[in-house]
T-cell receptor, first 113, second 116 residues
Framework: AQSVTQPDIHITVSEGASLELRCNYS??????LFWYVQSPGQGLQLLLK??????LVQGIKGFEAEFKRSQSSFNLRKPSVHWSDAAEYFC???????????FGTGTRLQVFP | GAVVSQHPSRVICKSGTSVKIECRSL??????MFWYRQFPKQSLMLMAT?????????EQGVEKDKFLINHASLTLSTLTVTSAHPEDSSFYIC????????????FGPGTRLTVL
């Protein structure tokens, strides 16, 4: 069965620092991968997605992610974090043959001034 | 584009009552809608998938008689929590697919349910 692991429950960074959030997936073929952000009390907003093609994906708000098949990873990066980036970040994989999304447990990002 | 709304955003009810939550796709037709439940500081757990005009498909462990889902039109799905109990208190989030992008779901802002 497919699964998604986000090893980091909580990450704290200083404003202006670079950021990398880790995501590992378990899937046999080429997966459909997503990163979502959830601000407190809000629904989820899609940051970026990977279906095929270029393994470096650009998203909104200055985020990017790189698909690495050899490492089964889809890590999210941002070169310079802003205080408004503080939120919960979820990695998800599309379940094969269905419309379902399987979510990781999330990483809470805290940004200090 | 691709906006999904939920109503109400927050609801408090007494134990034993029923609560209805609406999910609407505002600017597209949603062939499929999904209902998730999110516990504090946890991930989203899919409860059920609904397709317009047909019965919802519930995930294992979700009581279909307790969580009634109706997808009556291409823009509206409702989740009714029947005979609510305090353990049903949670954050309920819906999402919708427009049938164009594979697995691309657009999420509503969520509904915070508190059962006293």
């Amino acid at each position: 069965a497919q699964s998604v692991t986000q090893p980091d429950i909580h990450i704290t960074v200083s404003e202006g620092a670079s950021l990398e959030l880790r995501c590992n997936y378990s899937y046999g073929a080429t997966p459909y991968l997503f990163w979502y952000v959830q601000s407190p009390g809000q629904g989820l907003q899609l940051l970026l997605k990977y279906f095929s093609g270029d393994t470096l994906v650009q998203g909104i708000k200055g985020f990017e992610a790189e698909f690495k098949r050899s490492q089964s990873s889809f890590n999210l990066r941002k070169p310079s974090v802003h205080w408004s980036d503080a939120a919960e970040y979820f990695c998800a994989v599309g379940e094969d043959g269905t419309d379902k999304l399987i979510f990781g447990t999330g990483t809470r990002l805290q940004v200090f001034p | 584009g691709a906006v999904v709304s939920q109503h109400p955003s927050r609801v408090i009810c007494k134990s034993g009552t029923s609560v209805k939550i609406e999910c609407r796709s505002l600017d597209f037709q949603a062939t499929t809608m999904f209902w998730y439940r999110q516990f504090p500081k946890q991930s989203l757990m899919l409860m059920a998938t609904s397709n317009e005009g047909s019965k919802a498909t519930y995930e294992q462990g979700v009581e279909k008689d307790k969580f009634l889902i109706n997808h009556a039109s291409l823009t509206l799905s409702t989740l009714t929590v029947t005979s609510a109990h305090p353990e049903d208190s949670s954050f309920y989030i819906c999402s919708a697919r427009d049938g164009r992008g594979y697995n691309e779901q657009f999420f509503g802002p969520g509904t915070r349910l508190t059962v006293l």
